[in-house]
C-alpha cells in the first residue's frame, strides 16, 4: 500500500508539475521573504540587547531648541556635575571619538579610537575574552581592543601585554581583549584608551580647556535600580539653570536642552547628529513587518487556490479508488503523504532561499559599518581647534 502511495505521489507531481513547481516555490519565496524581513526587524529591535544590565544605563546629548538640532554628545562637564546633583547617578562616564595611526611592527592603518574614561567598563560592560577590562584603565597608558582588531595587527586573540604604537610616538599595553562588537549594537568602540593618558584627547579638554567647551563627548551614566527617569528628565531645564548662564532675563534652558535616552533606545530612538552609527527608522521597521505579514497571506491565499484547482481535477482520480475498494482512510493517508513530501521541498526551498538572503544581509550590515566608520573618521577634529558642536548647540 505504501508503494502505492508514493507511486501515485510521483505519478502527480509528474503529471501536474507545472502547478506543482508554483505552488512550491510561491509559498516557499513568500515564507522566506516574511523571515528575512522578521531577521531584520528582530535585529533593529534588538539593539544593544546584548548589554548587561542595560535597563540601568543611559545616555546624556545636547539639543539645540533655538535651531532645532539634536547632538549625541554633550558638553565635557556634564558627567561631573551629574554626580554632583542627582544622587541616584551612581556612575558616568565619557567617550571622545579619535583618529589616529595604529601600528605594530609592518602594519599600520589609521583607525578610529575613542579615549574613556578610567569608569567606562562600569557603565558599559562589554564582553571580555581575555584579560581585565576593568583593571586595565588603572594604567594610564592602557588599551582594550576587540578581537577583530587583535587579529588584524597581531594575528591571534590573546594579546594581553603586547604593545600598539600610536602615532608612532606613543607606545599603550593591550589590558584586555574584548569580543567583537555585533552588528546591532549602536557602539564603534573596537579601540579604547585610556582617558588619564597625558596625550589623550579628555584630558586634554578638562586641562587645557576649562569651563563650557563643547567637544564630541558621549556622555553614559547608570542609575541606581527604581529611579524615577520622568523626575530626572523634568529637572534638566533647572539642572541648565543652575550651570549655564543665561543673558539677563533669558534663562539658558530656553535655548539649550539635554535628552536622556536608555541605551538600548539609541538606535530607533535617536536622529542625532555625530552618533557612532546611522540611526535606524522605527517607521521603517513597523512598515516592513506590515509587508511581511501581507506577503505570508498572499503566498498562503496563493497556495489555497492551487490546491483547490488540482483537487477538482483529481475527482476521477478518487472514484476510480473508490471502486478499486480504496476507503476513506485509505485515500486521506495518500493526501495526508502528498502534503508532507510538499511541505518538505517547501522547506528546503525556503531554508536555501533564507541562508542565501542572511548572507546577503550580513555582508551588506559589515558594509554599512565599515562605511560607517569611514564616515565618522571625518568628522573628527584636532581638540585645539574650535569644535563644530559649539555653533550647532548655540545656534
Known sequence: ML???????????????????????GLAIGLAAALIIALYAIDELTFDAHLPDAEHVFRISSDSKRSGVSLSTSQKQVAQLLTIDYPQVTVVTRLIADTRGVRHREVEANETLYWADPNFFSVLSLPVVAGDAKAAFSNPVAAVITQRIARKYFGRDSVVGETLQIDRRYDVVIGAVLADLPSNTHLNTEI??????????????????????IAPVHTYFRVKPGTDLDRLRQDMPAF?????????????????????????????GSKALFA??????????????????????????????????????????????????????????????EGIAGTCRRYRVLRRSEWLAAAEHRARARESARRACRDRSGLDSHVGHRSPHRSLLYR
Not at 199 to 213: A, E, T
Not at 281 to 309: K, Q, W
Open 3 to 25: 508503494a502505492g502511495h508514493v507511486h501515485a505521489l510521483f505519478r502527480n507531481l509528474r503529471r501536474n508539475l507545472f502547478s506543482s513547481v508554483l505552488d512550491i516555490a
Open 192 to 213: 579604547l584608551l585610556s582617558g588619564s593618558a597625558s596625550f589623550s584627547k579628555i584630558r586634554s579638554l578638562d586641562v587645557d580647556y576649562p569651563g563650557d567647551f
Open 240 to 268: 541648565i539653570d543652575r550651570h549655564w548662564g543665561g543673558a539677563p532675563g533669558i534663562p539658558a534652558s530656553t535655548r539649550i536642552g539635554f535628552t536622556i535616552l536608555p541605551v538600548r533606545d539609541i538606535h530607533l
Open 276 to 337: 557612532m552609527k546611522p540611526a535606524g527608522d522605527p517607521i521603517a521597521v513597523a512598515s516592513l513587518a506590515l509587508v511581511a505579514l501581507l506577503i505570508v497571506i498572499a503566498a498562503c491565499i496563493n497556495f489555497v487556490n492551487l490546491t483547490i484547482a488540482r483537487s477538482t481535477r483529481r475527482g476521477l482520480e478518487v472514484g476510480i479508488r473508490k471502486c478499486n475498494g480504496a476507503g476513506r482512510w485509505t485515500l486521506g493517508a495518500q493526501f495526508a503523504g
